[in-house]
């Protein structure tokens, strides 16, 4: 199976600069893990202490957000993940 994650631009530098990245899982959650195991930089941006992705991320698969699933969406071969930083502030 085979799931394409955008990369942020703000990740790129603990991914070596690596815009899209191929991995593999069933759910958006064992992806994430794929991501982690493919740059272990990157798991202290994605999670947090609990190992929860924190409230400021938002996750879409194919345009389509995660919530209120989040990590536990299901996903299938030629999928594709996007993450999403909100902003807040004014």
Same mark, same amino acid.
């Given at each position: 199976?085979?799931?394409?994650?955008?990369?942020?631009?703000?990740?790129?530098?603990?991914? =070596?600069?690596?815009?899209?990245?191929?991995?593999?899982? $069933? &759910?958006?959650? *064992?992806? %994430?893990?794929?991501? #982690?195991?493919?740059?272990?930089?990157?798991?202290?941006?994605?999670?947090?202490?609990?190992?929860?992705?924190? =409230?400021?991320?938002?996750?879409?698969?194919?345009?389509? $957000? &995660?919530?209120? *699933?989040? %990590?536990?969406?299901? #996903?299938?071969?030629?999928?594709?993940?996007?993450?999403?930083?909100?902003?807040?502030?004014?």
């Amino acid at each position: 199976m085979s799931i394409k994650v955008n990369i942020p631009l703000f990740l790129q530098p603990v991914t =070596g600069g690596v815009k899209v990245a191929e991995v593999s899982g $069933s &759910t958006v959650g *064992e992806c %994430l893990k794929h991501l #982690v195991e493919q740059f272990p930089l990157i798991e202290k941006e994605l999670f947090d202490v609990n190992g929860k992705l924190p =409230g400021y991320y938002d996750i879409y698969v194919n345009g389509e $957000s &995660t919530y209120p *699933e989040e %990590l536990a969406k299901p #996903v299938k071969d030629g999928d594709e993940l996007h993450m999403l930083v909100m902003i807040d502030g004014g």
